[in-house]
């Protein structure tokens, strides 16, 4: 039997998948890392981590880290048994801004080579860009090309796939509970 390693959630803004894989790691394992992608770039943008950290409860260890997630992935700073990684959006934006539209292919494969051998499972969320209106600027319909491209190869290389609307896990691809149960 293959031991399934990577779980895939997407959802809109506020959709709940956030909740969702805090609540799927708690349940399931003891010693937590989460990779935090946000920086704080504006008071609206700080209040929003000050939130997050403070919903980590007990067992969680937290890595702030915008762009070096694959790093963070091969080789964490700390035991753990479970990586919960969020957002890739707001990393795939950080790439964006701070090292241009050339680097986001090779950011991607470094970060899909690092899923592929983590040494524990790893719970990615994501936002799911391209069920909304089409930006009206050029860096906009490529940050929603981007998005997308890389959430169908993060799906592809998924065990399970959740899509999160309204608070609803609504499984794509997999087995949730085999997955935690194969894991544990």
């Not at 069920?131 to 600027?137: K, Q, S």
Request: charged share 30%; with cysteine; hydrophobic share 45%.
């Amino acid at each position: 039997m293959t031991v399934q390693r990577i779980v895939l959630i997407l959802g809109g803004a506020r959709s709940g998948k956030s909740r969702y894989a805090l609540r799927l790691a708690e349940d399931r394992f003891s010693r937590r890392l989460f990779i935090a992608t946000a920086e704080p770039i504006d008071d609206e943008m700080r209040e929003r981590i000050i939130c997050h950290r403070r919903s980590g409860g007990r067992g969680w260890r937290c890595v702030e880290e915008p762009l070096d997630i694959a790093d963070v992935i091969h080789d964490p700073p700390v035991r753990c048994d479970v990586i919960l990684l969020d957002c890739v959006t707001v990393w795939l934006g950080n790439v964006l801004v701070k090292e241009g539209e050339n680097a986001v292919q090779k950011r991607c494969r470094e970060v899909l080579v690092a899923l592929k051998r983590a040494k524990c499972p790893v719970i990615i969320v994501s936002n799911e860009v391209g069920m909304g209106i089409v930006p009206d600027t050029k860096s906009g319909r490529m940050f929603r090309d981007f998005a997308g491209r890389f959430n169908a190869k993060l799906a592809e290389i998924a065990d399970v796939v959740v899509f999160v609307v309204a608070g609803l896990p609504i499984k794509l691809k997999g087995d949730i509970d085999g997955f935690f149960s194969e894991n544990r």
